[in-house]
């Protein structure tokens, strides 16, 4: 495929992908839809991190938006920077995949930890009486692997948490979808990457 042609595709993908990872994202800091538990500060710290916004979001928008301009605005290959744009292109898609890395990794502990809720810690023999905790991740005796196969997969145990309503089923949705959200920018910002290399050597080649 064309290197310029890439771009134009490999760019809008990236702008829906950043876009999509910002919304995940700040969804993730209103629990059943509501501003009280952002308000009360009883938020994950792995969403107050915000890894959707500026790894998977900001970082890759920045890249998408140059990588889509460059690819429409430069077709042919005529003197208008192309080899230079293709190179600032790589260097953005590198950042790009940085971002995504990073919020790969933080949606995975979010989801591995679970969700921050309101819990009764006496009656599941984490602690004594009700408080605010992330009472799948308490389960010490468990390795990471199993405690999120244990309660993503077992119903019974979402009721534990008391508020915010829902919040097992809100957290896991929304981080698994930034997990497949980031992993698909990784893999577009880096054909991104060796389409920039190719681009510094070639230029966008249309018309070729």
Known sequence: MCVGKCSRIVGPCL????????????????????????????????TKVLPGVWGGGIMVLLAATHVTAVGWRCTGCSDCGTRH??????????????GAAACFVFSGLGLTDGPLCFYNASKHGHGHGTLWGYPFRDASDQEPEARVENYLFDRRVWSICLEPKGAVVWNGILFFLLLLISAAEMVLASLQVLNGCLGCLCGYCEGK
């Open 15 to 46: 702008l829906v992908l950043g876009t999509l990872s910002m919304a995940a994202n700040i969804l993730l800091l209103f629990p059943s839809g509501t501003w009280k538990y952002l308000v009360e500060g009883h938020i994950s710290k792995h």
């Open 85 to 98: 744009n293709a190179f600032i292109s790589a260097v953005l898609s590198k950042l790009a995949v940085l």
